[in-house]
């Protein structure tokens, strides 16, 4: 049974430490997002990769967010000094055509 | 900056009765898709639409997609309480990449 796989479920952290996230996407899919969800926001786009190769990443803060794919199997979502207000569901996606986004389960991020 | 709208953002209604989802936006997209989200879990693919006017059934779902390509509705008939969930539209459009973004999604409770 093909999905995407994130790491971790859960995740407390406190102010200013580094953060990472991690995803698995499904094997075969050239298209991988990351979303970010919160109540006020919904589904925010925060980049997307294409073989690999970065987008889009219009949708990151780009001072304290970095998104990578250093290989097919693995994508990575760190946020370096986090905030309090990076708190939300992180979500990956992957997709195999345009138009097609299968998810992982989330990451929920609390900064305290 | 592409937009879409959904509406209702909150639907309550009763098991048997009907319902439509809309979803709305300026741009023209290539294909948009409905997804439903239940707590917890990640947003799962129901249907995509991608030619103008197009018109896709699932079970009791029926999915349309507007002439122009630019808004889309799901309907459902005789709602049932296993229904329940965040209801969200995306779109994507080739001409930027097979970017997907998201509407603020329309929360519906089906009440026994």
């Known amino acids: 049974d093909a999905r995407v796989t994130q790491t971790p479920r859960h995740k407390v952290t406190e102010m200013g430490q580094e953060v990472t996230m991690r995803c698995q996407p499904i094997?075969?899919?050239?298209?991988v997002f990351w979303y970010r969800q919160t109540m006020m926001q919904g589904l925010e786009l925060l980049a997307y990769?294409?073989?690999?190769?970065?987008?889009?990443d219009s949708g990151m803060p780009k001072d304290r967010f970095s998104a990578e794919m250093p290989d097919a199997t693995l994508a990575t979502l760190k946020i370096q000094p986090s905030e309090p207000r990076d708190s939300a569901v992180y979500f990956c996606?992957?997709?195999?055509?345009?138009?097609?986004?299968?998810f992982g389960q989330g990451t929920r991020l609390t900064v305290v | 900056t592409q937009l879409l709208e959904q509406s209702p953002q909150f639907l309550s209604i009763q098991e048997g009765e009907n319902l439509t989802v809309y979803c709305n936006s300026s741009?023209?997209?290539?294909?948009l898709q409905w997804y439903r989200q239940e707590p917890g879990e990640g947003p799962v693919l129901l249907v995509t639409?991608?030619?103008?006017?197009e018109v896709k059934k699932l079970k009791r779902l029926t999915f349309q997609f507007g002439d122009a390509r630019k808004d889309s509705s799901l309907h459902i008939t005789a709602a049932q309480p296993g229904d329940t969930g965040l209801y969200l539209c995306?779109?994507?459009?080739?001409?930027?990449?097979?970017?997907?973004?998201f509407g603020q999604g329309t929360e519906l409770s089906v009440k026994p």
């Open positions: 094997l075969g899919h050239n298209t």
């Open positions: 996606a992957s997709g195999g055509w345009v138009g097609s986004a299968f």
């Open positions: 639409v991608v030619t103008g006017g």
């Open positions: 995306a779109g994507a459009a080739y001409n930027q990449g097979g970017k997907l973004i």
């Open positions: 741009s023209v997209f290539s294909s």
């Open positions: 990769f294409r073989n690999r190769a970065p987008l889009d």
